[in-house]
T-cell receptor, first 114, second 116 residues
Framework: QQQVKQSPQSLIVQKGGISIINCAYENTAFDYFPWYQQFPGKGPALLIAIRPDVSEKKEGRFTISFNKSAKQFSLHIMDSQPGDSATYFC?????????????FGTGTLLAVQP | GAVVSQHPSWVICKSGTSVKIECRSLDFQATTMFWYRQFPKQSLMLMATSNEGSKATYEQGVEKDKFLINHASLTLSTLTVTSAHPEDSSFYIC????????????FGPGTRLTVL
């Protein structure tokens, strides 16, 4: 019940296209869903996060869609650029992310081809 | 804002020695810090949760006597890998919790440990 399932494992998108990564969770107590971007040899960087009181959150080219009834959330990267090529991790936690552990998905390796 | 640093960024040591890794929240105070381990092409594995002034809470399967965690102040946590062996070679990443109203977790740049 603690798992967060992430798909796909890898994704190739053409420059300018839309990248979509999906995650599903089981624990209905989760109330904080962040997405992290990680480049090789670097720590993960917080990209965008959502809480279940909204169904969508947009920041620039990045959008999180959240479906509480289906226990699913997804990251959409619009107008994907080669610089977006990285590994993306979804995560979930209870009561926010400051004091409670994050449960991470398995990661998606995104390659944006020029 | 919300910057977390780690030192060193990489370290090579001989088998049997101990290595200390520092994690600092540079522009905020963090009552809770976390230590993760990441193997190549894998997800982050939480090792322990560290609260300032109290003992760390270790995840199942993580040896607390081997991975010593100290969180002496609201801006500093340290991870000491004792009697390191080649199988301890990994990428160690810390994170710090940014309190309300943000209530988010920010990661350091990671430390690459290689044990010869």
């Amino acid at each position: 019940q603690q798992q967060v399932k992430q798909s796909p494992q890898s994704l190739i998108v053409q420059k300018g296209g839309i990248s979509i990564i999906n995650c599903a969770y089981e624990n209905t107590a989760f109330d904080y869903f962040p997405w992290y971007q990680q480049f090789p040899g670097k720590g993960p960087a917080l990209l965008i996060a959502i809480r279940p009181d909204v169904s969508e959150k947009k920041e620039g080219r990045f959008t999180i869609s959240f479906n509480k009834s289906a226990k699913q959330f997804s990251l959409h990267i619009m107008d994907s650029q080669p610089g977006d090529s990285a590994t993306y991790f979804c995560a979930a936690s209870k009561d926010g992310g400051a004091t409670n552990k994050l449960i991470f998905g398995t990661g998606t390796l995104l390659a944006v081809q020029p | 804002g919300a910057v977390v640093s780690q030192h060193p960024s990489w370290v090579i040591c001989k088998s049997g020695t101990s290595v200390k890794i520092e994690c600092r929240s540079l522009d905020f105070q963090a009552t809770t810090m976390f230590w993760y381990r990441q193997f190549p092409k894998q997800s982050l594995m939480l090792m322990a949760t560290s609260n300032e002034g109290s003992k760390a809470t270790y995840e199942q399967g993580v040896e607390k006597d081997k991975f010593l965690i100290n969180h002496a102040s609201l801006t500093l946590s340290t991870l000491t890998v004792t009697s390191a062996h080649p199988e301890d070679s990994s990428f160690y990443i810390c994170s710090a919790g940014l309190p309300e109203p943000y209530n988010e977790q920010f990661f350091g740049p990671g430390t690459r440990l290689t044990v010869l």
